[in-house]
């Protein structure tokens, strides 16, 4: 995700290597880096960072178990009794945040409540979703699927990237893709994802703009598509249209946070 100052949320994980050379554990860290000063600000180990709005608000999950974290704040969500599994991944303006609940989208209107309890969003028919952004208008992202759910981090390709205007869904154009995910969406509601031609292809970062679907990969120069540059996924889109996603370079297998622009 990126804000409208260019700050944008980079995770990782690092595995530990003992003597024998096998890998004892895993660790996921995040942090806010600047993409115009470069300036980096680490947000702890163990934290899942996946939104940041423009007060520099984080939704995700930090190391105390906060849903809901930044600067002044910080907010356990409920899952409302529904139970299952629960994991938040967009934030707007107002501290408003999506996730998805028990493999339904999920929206908590007012996170600062007690208890934070969630509102599920339709799934059309579909058997699971997730929401994965919310613009300053209350207009959610994500998808949906009929067949299976792996979450934000892992696209369902069988899905199919949704909108949730208010509590009225709309699936967004699929084009020649047979499957997609809708990953943020700005104020103008420009809505960035990927998309795939098959549950076993790999996915190219796309746009959906005044509900066309864009593939932005035509954006690469003929000398970048020469070399074998391809973007694989768009994450984030921020109020300037700035586009935070995935590039690939499959001559040399290199793998990066990139700016679109």
């Known amino acids: 995700d990126i804000n409208d100052a260019g700050?944008?949320?980079?995770?990782?994980?690092?595995?530990?290597?003992?003597?024998?050379?096998?890998?004892?554990?895993?660790?996921?860290?995040?942090?806010?880096?600047?993409?115009?000063?470069?300036?980096?600000?680490?947000l702890g180990q163990d934290t899942d960072a996946f939104a940041v709005n423009n007060s520099g608000v984080i939704a995700g999950r930090d190391n105390q178990g906060h849903h809901v974290f930044g600067p002044d704040v910080a907010y356990t969500l409920n899952d409302?009794?529904?139970?299952?599994?629960?994991?938040?991944?967009?934030?707007?303006?107002?501290?408003?945040?999506?996730?998805?609940?028990?493999?339904r989208p999920a929206v908590w209107r007012d996170p600062a409540s007690s208890p934070a309890v969630p509102a599920l969003l339709d799934t059309g028919g579909f058997a699971h979703g997730y929401a994965a952004a919310i613009n300053t208008a209350g207009v959610?992202?994500?998808?949906?699927?009929?067949?299976?759910?792996?979450?934000?981090?892992?696209?369902?390709?069988?899905?199919?990237?949704?909108?949730?205007d208010g509590e009225a869904l709309t699936l967004l154009e699929l084009g020649v893709f047979s499957?997609?995910?809708?990953?943020?969406?700005n104020a103008a509601g420009n809505v960035v994802g990927s998309a795939s031609v098959s549950p076993d292809a790999a996915t190219v970062a796309v746009l959906w703009h005044?509900?066309?679907?864009?593939?932005?990969?035509?954006?690469?120069?003929?000398?970048?598509?020469?070399?074998?540059?391809?973007?694989?996924?768009?994450?984030?889109?921020?109020?300037?249209?700035?586009?935070?996603?995935?590039s690939e370079e499959h001559t040399s297998e290199l793998q990066s946070l990139s700016r679109i622009s």
């Open 140 to 164: 959610s992202v994500g998808a949906v699927s009929a067949t299976s759910f792996f979450g934000i981090d892992s696209p369902a390709h069988e899905g199919q990237a949704a909108l949730w």
């Open 179 to 185: 499957g997609s995910d809708a990953w943020d969406i």
């Open 210 to 246: 005044e509900g066309e679907l864009i593939d932005l990969n035509a954006y690469l120069s003929e000398d970048q598509k020469a070399q074998g540059w391809t973007l694989s996924y768009a994450s984030g889109i921020n109020d300037s249209g700035w586009i935070v996603g995935r």
């Open 80 to 103: 409302g009794g529904v139970g299952g599994h629960l994991e938040v991944y967009g934030i707007n303006g107002t501290n408003q945040t999506v996730g998805v609940v028990d493999y």
């Open 7 to 42: 700050e944008a949320l980079v995770s990782y994980t690092a595995g530990v290597v003992d003597s024998l050379g096998q890998t004892t554990a895993f660790y996921n860290f995040s942090y806010l880096q600047n993409v115009k000063s470069k300036a980096v600000v680490y």
